[in-house]
């Protein structure tokens, strides 16, 4: 009873309103009442998958108390490598697959460096190494050229299905959603996460190391982004210059919308997950009814604008009410 | 507070979902496109009895029939692609069919999850601009819908380059060559009797697009053929985007760098690059220096319009009615069930193509010419 009580009281309460708002709205409106079909449903989540991935990633980071505006460009460096590395060697596939995922970890160990050691805003360390070192990097590995990819195991783990409907990059992606969201809610890795996101300076006194966890979390998101990456070239079967460059800020979205504060401390992958499914839900729902591309953007805007509302108005009741009972006391 | 603002919006959307439910749900009439897919032997080739640009009946009244959902996607905001989406909205009431215009913003993966969203909403057929970068996948997942599609564009060839999907576009290295086979004919007119030894070409390229690969190595062969000794300098947009800014920083950083050469003649494949490079000599105090063109004619002709008068003096014309009209009549008579991707436009197919890519009528024109040029295509597009 007392849990259902803090659900109803909680951010993830408004959220999961807001997405049977939104679900309701757009079944009823569908032409044949095509929204809620199976092969929408899976059209949802396949659309979700890539902003899944980067979105763990950045929810890990941004509860810690920092941001990762690379992950983006690093999947496509690791795509990209994969890719050349699948059309240049006669290395088999999963080799090609783990040096892909090792690049991504480089590039958030660098990330973590530029930050911890020398000191720069995550924004700034962060944006740098992708958007010129990790972008630049994939031009050179593909020299500047779309290379196809032809290893059928690596199409299979992008375009394949499981009996026949599920897409295996949508089990995967829930699959990760999950685990992460026990590890952050259960363990004492998780808790760590929160506490030095809180307040840094208390968890260092109490023996924590936030600098270790920062290192930890950056490897994390890169790696994750290079997963992410590779799924997309082996989607399109092809290594592609632009891939997910520009992946990183909708899942930042998503996990604001999920209730992670920028603060950092707070916030949980079930809320993440919720953000992503509100987002995707909402854009399917407005290609189904055939609006326009340019009012789509604006919706979505709007959408965003109206759930950091909603949010917004909770937080500041929940804060009211504690104040009363402080003063009551 | 938040519980009231709650309570109104479910109470809302129940009232509306309830609103909704009460109406009947509409029958999915038998879809044509379904039911008269020719499986039989060869068919003939409805298309011959096209005019000028392309327009032609499949010989069923549209009247007579449903109206058709057609999906008309492209990559990225250009235009161009703006103009074909106005072109088909205006064609709606001549062919009997309703368009939904869909640009992915540069995602193709976007892209192909919302062809296959597309797909489950009883889409009758596609009007597609395939992106290089992954021709193979699309291809794959509107092979999949087994709906009608038509590729506009971007042609969409195998390993031995032989065209596998019907694509309305222009030949691009027939299209380089044309341009720069322009400059060299007329510069004359533009610079008098110089020396042609002193002309060196600003070739424009974006190299990870197959097409305007071959806009740009057409004319840079003909350049070599023309002026076999003199100056070639290559920009190429893959450092930055398709669009102007990305013309503008390629041109000025290259004009800058070589103050030694005297003359330069800039084919564009792209318009976005032309006028990115018209704006950099502009900067630059270049203008009796550089004779610009380009493959395309959008947005020239509306500075024309305008009253521009500068050193962009040309461009290979093609009106979006050009694209738009064979594209749609071709997608008509297949939903129609009167063509296939096989017989569409078969009398104009390629040797070693196995589907036909439409190639466009174009010509050179200037803002002497281009008027007469654009009427004339519009007398001829069936509106």
Do not use: H
């Amino acid at each position: 009873m007392e849990t259902l009580k803090k659900y109803f009281k909680s951010n993830t309460f408004t959220l999961t309103i807001l997405l049977i708002l939104i679900v309701a709205f757009f079944w009823a409106a569908s032409p044949g009442r095509s929204y809620l079909s199976l092969i929408n449903v899976t059209n949802i989540l396949n659309s979700m998958v890539l902003f899944t991935l980067f979105a763990i990633g950045e929810a890990l980071l941004i509860i810690s108390g920092s941001v990762d505006l690379s992950p983006g460009y690093i999947g496509t460096a690791s795509g990209a490598l994969m890719t050349a590395v699948l059309a240049n060697t006669g290395l088999p596939w999963f080799v090609a697959l783990l040096l892909g995922l090792a690049l991504g970890c480089v590039f958030g160990l660098i990330n973590a460096l530029l930050v911890n050691e020398l000191g720069f805003q995550a924004f700034i360390a962060t944006l740098t190494v992708g958007s010129f070192v990790a972008k630049g990097f994939a031009y050179i590995l593909v020299d500047g050229k779309v290379i196809p990819i032809k290893n059928r195991v690596i199409v299979w783990i992008g375009t394949g299905r499981l009996f026949g409907i599920v897409p295996f990059t949508v089990i995967l992606s829930l699959l990760l959603i999950l685990i992460y969201g026990i590890i952050l809610a259960k363990t004492v890795f998780g808790r760590t996460i929160y506490l030095c996101g809180g307040n840094s300076q208390a968890a260092r006194l109490a023996g924590l190391n936030p600098r270790r966890l920062s290192y930890i979390l950056f490897a994390n998101s890169g790696v994750l982004g290079a997963l992410a990456g590779i799924l997309y070239d082996a989607r399109l079967k092809s290594g592609n210059l632009d891939g997910t460059n520009n992946y990183a800020f909708p899942a930042v979205t998503a996990v604001i919308l999920g209730g992670v504060s920028f603060g950092g401390g707070t916030g949980n992958m079930f809320g993440c997950f919720l953000g992503l499914l509100i987002i995707n839900s909402f854009n399917n729902g407005l290609t189904v009814m055939g609006v326009t591309p340019y009012w789509q953007s604006v919706a979505s805007g709007v959408l965003l604008l109206l759930a950091l509302t909603l949010d917004y108005l909770a937080n500041r009741r929940t804060k009211r009410i504690k104040v009363r009972r402080t003063v009551e006391a | 507070m938040m519980k009231k603002v709650l309570a109104l919006l479910i109470a809302l959307c129940t009232v509306f979902t309830l609103a909704a439910c009460n109406r009947e749900t509409p029958t999915p009439s038998p879809s044509p496109t379904q039911s008269a897919q020719p499986t039989g032997p060869a068919m003939e080739d409805i298309s011959k009895n096209e005019n000028s640009i392309g327009f032609f009946s499949s010989g069923v009244d549209p009247a007579s029939r449903k109206t058709y959902n057609v999906v008309w996607a492209y990559m990225r905001p250009m235009a161009l692609f703006q103009n074909i989406a106005d072109a088909l909205v205006r064609l709606e009431p001549v062919l009997n069919f309703k368009t939904t215009s869909y640009c992915a913003n540069g995602d193709i993966d976007a892209m192909i999850q919302n062809i296959q969203i597309y797909a489950s909403q009883n889409v009758d057929g596609f009007l597609v601009v395939i992106d290089p970068t992954a021709a193979d996948r699309v291809k794959e997942v509107l092979d999949e819908t087994n709906i009608p599609y038509i590729a506009m564009l971007n042609s969409v060839r195998d390993e031995n380059g032989s065209a596998i999907v019907p694509c309305v576009g222009i030949e691009g290295v027939i299209a380089g060559e044309k341009v720069t086979q322009w400059l060299y004919d007329n510069y004359k007119t533009y610079w008098g009797d110089i020396d042609p030894s002193e002309i060196a070409l600003l070739d424009y390229n974006f190299s990870p697009n197959v097409d305007f690969n071959d806009r740009y190595t057409g004319a840079m062969n003909k350049f070599k053929e023309l002026l076999p000794n003199n100056k070639v300098f290559t920009a190429d947009g893959v450092s930055g985007k398709l669009d102007e800014q990305t013309g503008y920083d390629l041109a000025s950083a290259i004009l800058a760098a070589n103050p030694d050469v005297k003359y330069w003649f800039v084919p564009a494949c792209l318009e976005l690059y032309a006028q990115g490079c018209t704006r950099a000599v502009e900067t630059l105090g270049m203008e009796d220096k550089v004779l610009i063109t380009c493959v395309g004619s959008d947005i020239l002709t509306a500075e024309w319009d305008n009253g521009y008068e500068g050193c962009w003096v040309s461009c290979l014309a093609i009106s979006d009615l050009q694209y738009t009209v064979p594209g749609i009549c071709g997608l008509v008579a297949m939903m129609d069930g009167k063509a296939t991707a096989d017989s569409l436009w078969s009398y104009r197919r390629a040797e070693g193509d196995q589907k036909t890519f439409y190639n466009i009528l174009n010509e050179m024109v200037t803002k002497d010419t281009y008027k007469d040029f654009l009427a004339r295509v519009q007398s001829e597009s069936g509106l």
